[in-house]
């Protein structure tokens, strides 16, 4: 999906959601920059049953900013989506002008992860393979302590999947397969960064605190914050 003119912003979505879950958290910045939120490979409305990696999926980022004709762009994400974007600037540096990571959860090979997320991956994975035999609707229980009107969305987004895929996004996630060796790697990121905490047990506010001690130029900003689409428009600059 593809809003609004100026300075392009690349938002990614996290797993078992698609565009639509990325524009929604961002939308308001499509009335001063152009607002890119596309499916993941094996999302939404790309279909992959293939095997993914980080290295992989930061690359496809890559590769849409070539087909639409881009050098550099700010590109950001939430949780899934934020492990691809810092991937991305790992791999891409040269076409990053900055970084955004909302509710990041990997802190790297060399540290295990939180339990809590381990934990909801590996049922991520199990309902993702109860798809290829039930169908999509094996993923409806995961989606029942969403509060009514984010439930509605996911839903209507949950719908229009295609259970090959969903099963080789959420086995990939249970692999615990990490976007960064270590989190000395940040420094090597120099464009500026922003960091916004996870706000539930599975996206570890600890993770956060990590990153923003090993990157040069970081800002945090809470999610919880009333002007934090002003902030992250601001971050993004002209």
Not at 45 to 72: F, I, M, T, Y
Not at 81 to 92: D, K
Not at 187 to 192: C, F, G, K, N, S
Request: hydrophobic share 45%; aromatic share 4%.
């Amino acid at each position: 999906m593809e809003v609004g003119d100026g300075p392009p912003v690349v938002f990614l979505h996290g797993g078992l959601a698609d565009h639509r879950a990325a524009f929604f958290r961002l939308a308001p910045l499509a009335a001063t920059h152009r607002l890119i939120t596309p499916d993941l490979r094996g999302s939404g409305r790309s279909h992959d049953p293939g095997q993914l990696s980080w290295d992989r999926l930061a690359d496809d980022v890559a590769a849409l900013l070539s087909h639409l004709g881009l050098e550099r762009a700010v590109i950001g994400g939430v949780s899934m989506g934020s492990a691809v974007a810092l991937r991305f600037a790992l791999r891409h540096p040269r076409r990053l002008k900055a970084l955004i990571m909302m509710s990041p959860l990997y802190p790297g090979a060399d540290r295990a992860m939180d339990e809590p997320s381990s934990a909801a991956m590996r049922v991520m994975a199990e309902a993702g393979e109860r798809t290829l035999r039930d169908g999509i609707g094996a993923l409806l229980p995961l989606l029942e302590a969403l509060p009514p009107p984010i439930r509605a969305r996911a839903v209507e987004m949950a719908q229009s999947f295609d259970p090959a895929s969903v099963a080789a996004t959420t086995r990939f996630l249970a692999t615990g397969a990490q976007p960064l060796s270590t989190a000395g790697e940040l420094e090597a990121i120099t464009v500026p960064v922003m960091v916004l905490p996870g706000i539930d047990p599975q996206h570890p506010r600890e993770v956060a605190e990590l990153y923003t001690r090993n990157l040069a130029h970081s800002v945090v900003v809470e999610q919880t914050a009333g002007d934090v689409v002003e902030r992250i428009r601001a971050f993004c600059g002209g």
